[in-house]
């Protein structure tokens, strides 16, 4: 049997890229986690990067997060439609 503890989670996968998943996702990323972001669309797997992107943006406008950090946030998110992948690393 495998033990894994909380501080050696690297990746994340969330199943699912609507709201809540993207959603998920966000919090993840700028928590400094690897995210796999699954979804069957990908159409949904866009929509959810550009509403990742979009909610970055407005907590930067709020001054809650530096705007350098967008770019690093979001490259820590993949898009998948195998979940197989998906949750390969996680």
């Known amino acids: 049997m495998v033990c894994m503890v909380f501080k050696d989670v690297k990746t994340v996968s969330c199943i699912g890229a609507g709201t809540i998943?993207?959603?998920w996702a966000l919090l993840f990323s700028k928590s400094g986690f690897n995210v796999n972001l699954y979804d069957v669309s990908d159409d949904v797997l866009?929509?959810?990067l550009q509403n990742i992107e979009y909610d970055l943006q407005t907590l930067s406008e709020a001054s809650i997060l530096d705007k350098s950090s967008i770019k690093?946030?979001?490259g820590r998110i993949k898009i998948y439609t195998d979940l197989a992948e998906s949750v390969k690393e996680a």
């Open 72 to 74: 690093t946030i979001m």
């Open 21 to 23: 998943g993207h959603s």
């Open 46 to 48: 866009e929509r959810a």
